[in-house]
Nanobody, 116 residues
Framework: QVQLVESGGGLVQAGGSLRLSCAAS????????MGWYRQAPGKQRELVAA???????NYADSVKGRFTISRDNTKNTVYLQMNSLKPEDTAVYYC??????????WGQGTQVTVSS
């Protein structure tokens, strides 16, 4: 079992920045990929950014150039630096980890609200 705890969400004006953190605990030795997803009201959950254990990254087109995902394997933590935020970035952001055996775990989510 892997437990994920997100932090760093909040309310910010358009053009502002936020940094999300997700700390993993439990059976962390088996964690491979980690990522951030988001779900806006009335919409499906979508991938925002992902990072492998070897720090290879992948981004949704809508956030390329504005968001940066990183991870510290020594702290079992993944980060999402969000710059130039837009109102359409408003959503609940979820952290996800995938183990080497293909098991997925999700955090409880953190609200990000961008005002215009």
């Amino acid at each position: 079992q892997v437990q994920l705890v997100e932090s760093g969400g909040g309310l910010v004006q358009a053009g502002g920045s936020l940094r999300l953190s997700c700390a993993a605990s439990g059976s962390i030795v088996g964690i491979d990929d980690m990522g951030w997803y988001r779900q806006a009201p009335g919409k499906q959950r979508e991938l925002v950014a992902a990072i492998t254990r070897g720090h290879i990254t992948n981004y949704a087109d809508s956030v390329k150039g504005r968001f940066t995902i990183s991870r510290d394997n020594t702290k079992n933590t993944v980060y999402l630096q969000m710059n130039s935020l837009k109102p359409e970035d408003t959503a609940v952001y979820y952290c996800k980890s995938t183990t080497l055996r293909g098991h997925n775990y999700w955090g409880q989510g953190t609200q990000v609200t961008v005002s215009s």
